[in-house]
């Protein structure tokens, strides 16, 4: 694919006219899908897609669109061809944009990782064989996601890695399953068996009879699948620069000096994640962007255009300003002390449906869902109905964090819309006191 992307940024170099200049944003994919249900394979398929996004500029004037590409030579430079002739059109009519920032000067890479997938029937196999004798619901995407970059100052840029995901549930009856995913660059039998062993012991313990919690605030464990919920809602417009600079960030009051726990250090991570090494004007990432270190905060996401508009450097973000690779430090706590930890109170695998119910205060609520366990003296009693919490960022990672788990998980986003998604997170589980839920 890099060569066929290579040959449009030519094809599109060689068409300009005057004091045109473009960018270029390639994307594509080989992938696998395959669904189960009943753990049994019911829907196996292949993905295979290229599109192309080009924006033509003159000064400040700029205007996109974006294109499918199919591998025919000349049906795709066709295509380019009329992209181009109606860019133009839309170009002359196009005001003069003063946030307009590109990248001038020529940074090209290449990035290629290692294939280290393991074979689709390998994958399978392991999948079934986990799933025998259970109700086995889920999806397996797998292959090679490609992002390239070109520019008409001479910039190429490409960017390749191979990842799969695994999003399951072991399902008992009526609402009661055990969610669970497994997701990366490399696939681990042996971390695969302990995360199935890990919700089949759930599944068993989910058959008990519920418990039911009255209103008020208990001691939880965060599994990282709930904490990655609690992140990504902090990430829709918690980190981005625009957002602090207007006033609409939910962490605005750490830009006026609250804290969270010193245990808090987030990192935005593209070193170490799946998205490219570039963003869309053609400025190459830094390998990471401290956010909040300690518990106070750092720094932003700043994409080109609001480090235009608010004159601050850039630094890799995207147009959203949201993360893509988002790290958070893990603790002292030890796996094998996570219930004792906990002692008694609420074990809480997955959260749900998260929204803000008060923006100012950063404060979310959502449900518990799946495998959430009240959990006594260390020891898992009784499966908990589904309940509504409701708190806020600044009480959960602030003073009422007590413990974060040393060892951390990938999170990789399952998200299939349009595309493979290359959003992931790295975090720890945490134990929170005195967690409010609300009914």
Known sequence: MQDQFNALADAVTARLKGDEGFLLNFGGETSQFVRFNHAAVRQPGTVE????????????????????????????????????????????????????????????????LP???????DALSAILDAGAGEDLVGFYAAGPIHAGFANSFGQRNWDTVHSFCFDACFYLQADKAVKFDYGGTHWDGRAFTAKVEAAKMHLHALARPAHTLAPGGYRVYLAPAAMEEVLGMLSWG???????????????????????????????????GLAPQFQGEGFVRPDAVTLIRNGRYVDCLAAPRSAAEFDAPQN??????????????GGALAEADILRTL?????????????????????????TRFATFWVENGEIVAPMNVMRFDDSAYRMLGDNLVALTAAREPRLATDTYGARSRRSMTLPGAVIDDFRLTL
């Open 49 to 112: 897609q290229s599109y192309l996004s080009l924006e033509l500029f003159r000064g400040k004037r700029h205007a996109a669109t974006s294109i499918t590409v199919v591998g025919m030579p000349a049906e795709d430079i066709a295509r380019v061809d009329a992209a181009l002739t109606a860019l133009r059109d839309v170009l002359a009519d196009t005001p003069e944009d003063p946030h307009f920032l590109i990248n001038t000067v020529p940074q090209s890479t290449t990035r290629d």
């Open 115 to 121: 294939h280290a997938l393991p074979t689709a029937d």
């Open 238 to 272: 918690g980190f981005g620069l625009a957002d602090h600079k207007t006033g609409t960030t939910p962490l605005l009051r750490m830009r006026e000096g609250a804290t969270l726990s010193p245990m808090v250090t987030l990192t935005e991570n593209f070193a170490d």
């Open 316 to 329: 890799g973000a995207e147009g959203g300003e949201f993360p893509l690779a988002l790290d958070m430090a």
């Open 343 to 367: 002692g008694t109170g609420v074990y809480v695998g997955n959260l749900w449906y998260l929204n803000y119910s008060d923006r100012n205060a950063c404060r979310m609520t959502g449900m």
